[in-house]
């Protein structure tokens, strides 16, 4: 019953913003009140709806099989994730959306996606999951056009690859279906227990492919930087948080359960040269390249967004071991990593609407004029890279620990430098934007109202807590874990129990907590002490004031760059990135009078691929 | 000693004791790169003066909350680690925590120094860091491979268990000696590691006015020297539990300590400073490289 | 003043001062030809370190300012701010004739003549320039009257900071070294203890 | 500043005649290009003569533009305090010919102005300065005559014949009453004998 009210309610919310969204100039109050009520409602329904977990509803017949959804729960934990940071999200803009006259349909599409990505998660057959993701794609298009002008263009070439993605799914779905004979998970299952291994490799590549093109995962991750960067910054947290994830959806949902873990590692020669091992590199990749890249980055959104690939990597990683420590700190990844970076864009965004700006290279010294959200992306930053007390270090010890015990010492290795980077341009993030010298410009920043604030205080506790007691998450991913196969962890408040490992963040925290209260002791012992200008400051006897930029974070690591300026201006290396940039542009010359940049075209074009398919697939008996 | 009265009379001691260590250690690296240079060198405890001294000064100066809050937690991160790695008769807490544990609130005092610095917005600090932060990509990287690979052929990552397993036969089953490729390795980083000469350039005095230390005086400097003295003894403790197959009792453990330390600072005492690019570089060439080899033999003989 | 305090002394003001004299910490100005002794005294052949004096690079660290030669007016005003930036308690060495009644500079027109009347000077090296050996007996006087907790100059600059402002005052213009030494020292009670 | 970088090269003689000149043949080019004829040998590689003030601004634009002189190397200044004039003394060097020309000007110490040569070389702005603060010579033209090395300084022109160190000294800074009696040890000492004589205030 809450199951199929949890997919009408956004849907509800989807036409009502339609019809409400010319109040969107006079009075936007009403758009977002009505925005964060509706999703509050849905939030709620969600979690009425637990005790239907395992129960499946069937809706309309298509094509001789009826479309059903249904929760698992691994769904109902999606379900959960996808409510909360989408209740925060709305909670947020009540506050951040200055200008909704601007985006008039911005929560329409925001509705519009939430409903893919809820009917995504609960689809219980390959049809409706189809469905929901083309829903999904079109909807996160519409949303990211909700932003700067760039980001317009930004969005098209998500659109090229999320086309792509879709088309070549569709294929998988049709594959899929003429081979099994049905859209049913169970019957597929069934038949892919004992396929021919052709038609297994086809199915799975045609399946995995979108799935990974739409997680970002290396070398398919190049549309997600400039097209999350240039959404609107609450936009940015929410398609960073949660909805890059819903490929990694996929991924578990069709790896572990539709064609099962034995089914997959049959695609393979060895137990350590499999698909999974493919999997593993390509995470390992992921994990490392973008977080480097994310490192040269000047805009604090755009750093933001290459670690959401990176991260990605992180999780892929986890789940590709497919054992149980792996998988948990895989699953566990993605909502910690929904949680923090959700937190750290908030204080971005709380920085952005203050200033104006999210370049790196123009912030600095804002610790004092924005304590709050200093604090959060403090709390946010310790989690992206990994440091205790916070949660994302849970679910890496958890991916370290499985790369390192199940023989993957490279991938491990990866791993790490990935965590090296992430710390490196974090740190660069945070000193940039609230450390460092104060510009004279800045002097009368304020913090955020309360509305903005309350989200990230918020995520300041989920972080924290969830770090302190990862039982909390563990629980539902030991359950998730017996839904995919895999043994249970074995989970006890403050990790996991001794058997499996040697980690109790509760007895960690309360240590560190101890040990700080000896420094805090050790610091009051001290003498007194006066809190100074930041003028009166070293400079080797230089009269420092505000006409004296004194500052450092420009070519903020540039030992790095002097590394590997090589490798990025190496003469043919040059030479070769230019030829393939010009081959490119010349193709996509071509390619440009398909995309006319109207969307009625495209939907055009759409219409008829789906048109052609559908024809094709009536011809099949 | 791992419960009851003799675990809690352990948790308070322990860090007097290792602060004791640790001024020892740090006196008698000080004298003995005097000797080096042919000259007295101060008192044997001279890192007890100066951090008195520094203490009892009355006009501290701070740059903000985060710049106080920074030192405590660089004094307790300092203080968490040291609870993790076991020595002889104190290896409670390595149940809650194995080293990937410890590798992690390695970073904490980093960290908790990296915000303070960035507080007192003064250009050399934040040159300091993106130094030490760029160095991490070096040393630590490579000493976490020669840990993967010495945890991945013993099937733990707990560190005691690691300890263990090398005490189990004598200096035969020592790290350095069953995997001497990781071992050497390790010793690499850790130079790098404890910030000593030639990979120094985060502190280069000569250079960046001590990078992270410019704008501590007082008791932040004081409280920077005493997570140093500490660091000390706990940096040293994790190459010796990891690759000299910790201590049974506490002469060995002091004897190792100081040994060890030896070693790192005659190279300390005779090598110039390498550029944070030629430190990288290094790192990559020589150490990185041969704790490669050394997991790959390690995957070989596992197969 | 001096002979007060040192009765009001507790036990353990004497053992922190004990301990404190084994540790100084210097910074060293350097515009004068004196710095070339300073070499020779820190390495080797006489070796400064096992007095527990040791060379450091930033005013916040250091204990001991060591002028080492004249001050012109410009570079006074960097004294100043540097002395004001360090932590108490500093010390200031005048080091070399030139500090002193401005040595062989005396006639020229920038360069100041009597350090003490601009920062509480806590000890003169004469000499021009004063050997190592002069330096280290002097820094052994030095030593010994910290041990002996008479080495309070530091204190005259807060309480008679008048008397400093108005001779900085009389050879530059106002400086802007974002310190209110009066109000410092009211926060930091060592002026109260006087009043 | 493009513009006076390039045009040396432009009005540069052509390389046909590049063999360095010799350094009579070089005074009557100067002599026969800016028609000022008291140029004479002073050493080898140097010349040296005599210019009137308000004749230097074209004689160095010829100088540099037709005998290719493309760099200042200093303006120095003397202050003939018994005759009341300064002499400001401009030295222009040829890198092609190896050659220094030092042109003399004198001009009245009251009121002490000259035309700047900003125009023609942008670094003169720094001697121009240089001299300004040291001995007061106003250069007409020049925008920037801030105070450069003594930057707190309230006194008169200090390099001025007619200003006593000394006196500005002892005026301006407070000597210490220095008595050392160390000299007393060895024969009753310089000092003793002089607080003897003369008695003390204290």
């Known amino acids: 019953m809450y199951t199929q009210a949890l997919l009408a309610l956004p849907l509800v919310g989807f036409v009502v913003t339609i019809v409400l969204q010319g109040t969107a100039r006079r009075s936007p109050a009403i758009l977002k009140t009505w925005a964060l009520l509706a999703f509050v409602a849905m939030a709620a329904v969600a979690t009425l709806a637990f005790p239907e977990i395992g129960d499946t509803y069937t809706g309309p017949m298509v094509f001789g099989s009826s479309l059903s959804i249904g929760l698992t729960d691994l769904s109902w934990w999606f379900v959960m994730m996808i409510a909360g940071i989408t209740v925060l999200t709305s909670f947020f803009t009540l506050g951040a959306l200055r200008d909704t006259g601007t985006y008039p349909m911005y929560y329409g599409w925001l509705f519009l996606k939430v409903f893919g990505m809820l009917g995504l998660v609960m689809s219980r057959d390959l049809l409706t999951f189809f469905i929901m993701w083309e829903i999904m794609s079109w909807a996160t298009y519409f949303v990211m056009q909700q932003?700067?002008?760039?980001?317009?263009?930004?969005?098209?070439?998500?659109?090229?690859?999320?086309?792509?993605?879709?088309?070549?799914?569709?294929?998988?779905?049709?594959?899929?279906?003429?081979?099994?004979?049905?859209?049913?998970?169970?019957?597929?299952?069934?038949?892919?227990?004992?396929?021919?291994?052709?038609?297994?490799?086809?199915?799975?590549?045609?399946?995995?492919?979108?799935?990974?093109?739409?997680?970002?995962?290396?070398?398919?991750?190049?549309?997600?930087?400039?097209?999350?960067?240039?959404?609107?910054?609450?936009?940015?947290?929410?398609?960073?948080?949660?909805?890059?994830?819903?490929?990694?959806?996929?991924?578990?949902?069709?790896?572990?359960?539709?064609?099962?873990?034995?089914?997959?590692?049959?695609?393979?020669?060895?137990?350590?040269?499999?698909?999974?091992?493919?999997?593993?590199?390509?995470?390992?990749?992921?994990?490392?390249?973008?977080?480097?890249?994310?490192?040269?980055?000047?805009?604090?959104?755009?750093?933001?967004?290459?670690?959401?690939?990176?991260?990605?990597?992180?999780?892929?990683?986890?789940?590709?071991?497919?054992?149980?420590?792996?998988?948990?700190?895989?699953?566990?990844?993605?909502?910690?990593?929904?949680?923090?970076?959700?937190?750290?864009?908030?204080?971005?965004?709380?920085?952005?609407?203050?200033?104006?700006?999210?370049?790196?290279?123009?912030?600095?010294?804002?610790?004092?004029?924005?304590?709050?959200?200093?604090?959060?992306?403090?709390?946010?930053?310790?989690?992206?890279?990994?440091?205790?007390?916070?949660?994302?270090?849970?679910?890496?010890?958890?991916?370290?620990?499985?790369?390192?015990?199940?023989?993957?010492?490279?991938?491990?290795?990866?791993?790490?430098?990935?965590?090296?980077?992430?710390?490196?341009?974090?740190?660069?993030?945070?000193?940039?934007?609230?450390?460092?010298?104060?510009?004279?410009?800045?002097?009368?920043?304020?913090?955020?109202?309360?509305?903005?604030?309350?989200?990230?205080?918020?995520?300041?506790?989920?972080?924290?807590?969830?770090?302190?007691?990862?039982?909390?998450?563990?629980?539902?991913?030991?359950?998730?874990?017996?839904?995919?196969?895999?043994?249970?962890?074995?989970?006890?408040?403050?990790?996991?129990?001794?058997?499996?490992?040697?980690?109790?963040?509760?007895?960690?925290?309360?240590?560190?907590?101890?040990?700080?209260?000896?420094?805090?002791?050790?610091?009051?012992?001290?003498?007194?002490?006066?809190?100074?200008?930041?003028?009166?400051?070293?400079?080797?006897?230089?009269?420092?004031?505000?006409?004296?930029?004194?500052?450092?974070?420009?070519?903020?690591?540039?030992?790095?760059?002097?590394?590997?300026?090589?490798?990025?201006?190496?003469?043919?290396?040059?030479?070769?990135?230019?030829?393939?940039?010009?081959?490119?542009?010349?193709?996509?010359?071509?390619?440009?009078?398909?995309?006319?940049?109207?969307?009625?075209?495209?939907?055009?074009?759409?219409?008829?691929?789906?048109?052609?398919?559908?024809?094709?697939?009536?011809?099949?008996? | 000693m791992n419960s009851g009265i003799g675990l809690i009379v352990w948790i308070i001691a322990y860090p007097f004791v290792s602060f004791s260590l640790g001024v020892l250690l740090g006196g008698y690296g000080r004298k003995l790169t005097a000797r080096i240079q042919r000259r007295v060198g101060p008192s044997w405890i001279q890192p007890f003066f100066d951090v008195v001294k520094l203490m009892s000064k009355k006009t501290n100066v701070s740059h903000g909350y985060m710049h106080d809050v920074a030192m405590m937690m660089l004094v307790g991160g300092t203080l968490l680690t040291m609870y993790f790695v076991p020595v002889p008769g104190f290896h409670y807490f390595s149940q809650f925590g194995d080293y990937i544990v410890i590798m992690y609130i390695l970073l904490v005092p980093p960290l908790g120094m990296a915000l303070g610095v960035g507080q007192t917005a003064n250009p050399n600090g934040s040159i300091g860091i993106a130094r030490a932060l760029q160095m991490l990509a070096g040393y630590e990287v490579t000493f976490v491979l020669t840990f993967i690979g010495f945890a991945m052929k013993n099937g733990t990552t707990s560190m005691y268990e690691l300890m263990m397993i090398q005490q189990s036969g004598g200096v035969a089953t020592w790290g350095l000696v069953t995997n001497p490729l990781l071992g050497v390795a390790a010793l690499f980083c850790l130079q790098g590691m404890m910030n000593e000469k030639p990979f120094e350039v985060v502190i280069a005095p000569h250079e960046i006015a001590t990078g992270p230390m410019t704008e501590m005086g007082g008791k932040y400097l004081g409280m920077m020297f005493i997570q140093h003295l500490i660091n000390l003894v706990v940096e040293l403790t994790i190459y010796m539990n990891l690759f000299l197959g910790g201590a049974t009792n506490w002469f060995e453990y002091v004897a190792k300590l100081f040994a060890l330390f030896t070693l790192v600072m005659s190279v300390n005492a005779v090598y110039g400073r390498f550029r944070t690019d030629s430190a990288l570089r290094f790192f990559w060439k020589l150490p990185l490289p041969m704790a490669a080899l050394g997991v790959i033999l390690i995957m070989i003989n596992g197969i | 003043m001096a002979e007060k305090e040192l009765t009001q002394r507790t036990a353990w003001d004497k053992v922190l001062a004990n301990l404190r004299k084994r540790s100084l910490w210097m910074l060293h100005y350097c515009t004068g030809c004196g710095a070339v002794e300073l070499p020779p005294t820190m390495t080797s052949r006489f070796d400064m370190e096992r007095f527990g004096i040791m060379p450091m690079v930033t005013p916040r660290q250091a204990d001991i300012l060591l002028i080492t030669g004249y001050l012109s007016v410009k570079t006074l005003k960097r004294v100043i701010l540097i002395y004001e930036q360090m932590v108490a308690p500093k010390y200031v060495v005048g080091f070399g004739s030139c500090t002193i009644n401005g040595g062989m500079y005396w006639n020229s027109y920038t360069t100041i003549k009597a350090l003490d009347r601009y920062l509480p000077v806590e000890m003169y090296l004469a000499g021009c320039m004063p050997r190592p050996e002069a330096i280290i007996s002097g820094f052994n006087s030095l030593i010994d009257k910290i041990g002996k907790g008479e080495a309070n100059s530091w204190k005259d600059y807060y309480e008679n900071y008048e008397f400093y402002k108005k001779n900085q005052d009389h050879v530059f213009g106002d400086i802007e070294t974002h310190h209110d030494v009066p109000a410092d020292g009211r926060y930091f009670g060592i002026l109260e203890a006087k009043r | 500043m493009n513009a006076q970088t390039q045009a040396p090269t432009t009005s540069r003689p052509p390389a046909a005649t590049g063999a360095p000149r010799m350094t009579e043949a070089l005074v009557s080019a100067i002599t026969a290009e800016t028609g000022i004829a008291t140029f004479r040998t002073k050493s080898p590689r140097r010349i040296e003569g005599t210019v009137q003030a308000d004749a230097l601004h074209s004689f160095a634009a010829a100088l540099r533009s037709r005998v290719g002189f493309e760099h200042l190397s200093a303006i120095s200044c003397v202050d003939w305090i018994a005759e009341g004039e300064f002499e400001l003394v401009y030295h222009f060097w040829s890198y092609r010919d190896s050659h220094l020309v030092s042109a003399r000007v004198r001009i009245p110490r009251e009121p002490g102005s000259m035309a700047t040569i900003t125009d023609l070389w942008l670094p003169a702005s720094f001697f121009e300065r240089d001299i300004h603060e040291f001995y007061g010579v106003v250069f007409q033209g020049n925008t920037d005559l801030e105070r450069y090395i003594l930057s707190d300084w309230k006194g008169p022109p200090p390099m001025r014949k007619d200003f006593s160190s000394r006196d500005f000294a002892h005026e301006h800074f407070t000597f210490k009453d220095y008595e050392p009696t160390w000299d007393e040890l060895i024969d009753g000492g310089y000092h003793g004998q002089k607080r003897q004589g003369e008695g003390s205030d204290e």
Request: glycine content about 10%; charged content about 10%.
């Open chain 1, 147 to 621: 932003g700067k002008e760039e980001g317009r263009e930004a969005a098209l070439g998500y659109l090229v690859y999320a086309i792509v993605a879709g088309m070549v799914l569709l294929g998988g779905v049709l594959f899929i279906h003429q081979s099994a004979g049905s859209f049913e998970f169970a019957v597929i299952t069934a038949y892919m227990a004992k396929a021919e291994f052709g038609i297994l490799l086809a199915s799975v590549l045609l399946v995995l492919v979108p799935f990974l093109i739409e997680a970002a995962v290396y070398p398919a991750h190049g549309w997600l930087p400039s097209a999350y960067a240039s959404s609107e910054t609450s936009m940015t947290a929410y398609l960073s948080s949660i909805s890059t994830r819903m490929g990694l959806f996929g991924l578990i949902l069709f790896v572990f359960s539709v064609f099962g873990l034995k089914a997959i590692d049959r695609i393979g020669i060895s137990a350590h040269l499999n698909l999974r091992t493919i999997l593993l590199v390509l995470a390992a990749l992921t994990a490392v390249l973008p977080t480097y890249t994310a490192l040269f980055q000047h805009d604090a959104k755009r750093l933001l967004t290459w670690h959401s690939i990176g991260q990605g990597g992180y999780m892929l990683l986890g789940l590709a071991t497919a054992s149980t420590l792996g998988t948990a700190g895989g699953l566990m990844h993605i909502f910690n990593y929904m949680t923090y970076v959700a937190l750290i864009i908030f204080s971005i965004a709380a920085v952005e609407y203050r200033t104006g700006t999210t370049n790196l290279n123009k912030l600095g010294g804002l610790i004092v004029k924005q304590p709050v959200a200093f604090l959060g992306m403090l709390f946010g930053i310790i989690g992206l890279a990994g440091i205790p007390p916070m949660n994302g270090f849970v679910s890496k010890w958890f991916i370290y620990r499985s790369l390192i015990l199940g023989g993957y010492p490279f991938i491990a290795l990866a791993a790490f430098i990935a965590t090296v980077g992430t710390i490196m341009s974090v740190y660069k993030l945070i000193h940039n934007t609230f450390l460092g010298q104060l510009p004279e410009r800045y002097n009368d920043v304020k913090e955020v109202g309360l509305l903005m604030q309350l989200p990230i205080w918020i995520l300041m506790g989920v972080v924290f807590t969830t770090g302190v007691f990862p039982g909390l998450i563990l629980q539902w991913i030991a359950k998730i874990q017996v839904g995919m196969g895999i043994v249970p962890i074995a989970w006890t408040l403050g990790g996991v129990a001794r058997e499996a490992g040697d980690l109790n963040m509760m007895v960690v925290t309360a240590v560190f907590m101890a040990t700080f209260a000896v420094g805090a002791i050790i610091f009051f012992i001290g003498g007194k002490r006066r809190i100074v200008s930041q003028y009166d400051n070293y400079a080797a006897g230089h009269f420092l004031n505000k006409d004296v930029p004194y500052n450092f974070n420009y070519n903020f690591y540039s030992a790095f760059d002097h590394i590997f300026e090589k490798l990025y201006h190496d003469a043919p290396v040059q030479t070769a990135i230019r030829n393939l940039g010009r081959f490119v542009r010349m193709v996509a010359d071509y390619v440009r009078r398909f995309f006319t940049g109207q969307i009625n075209t495209y939907a055009a074009y759409y219409v008829a691929a789906v048109i052609i398919a559908l024809a094709i697939l009536k011809e099949i008996p």
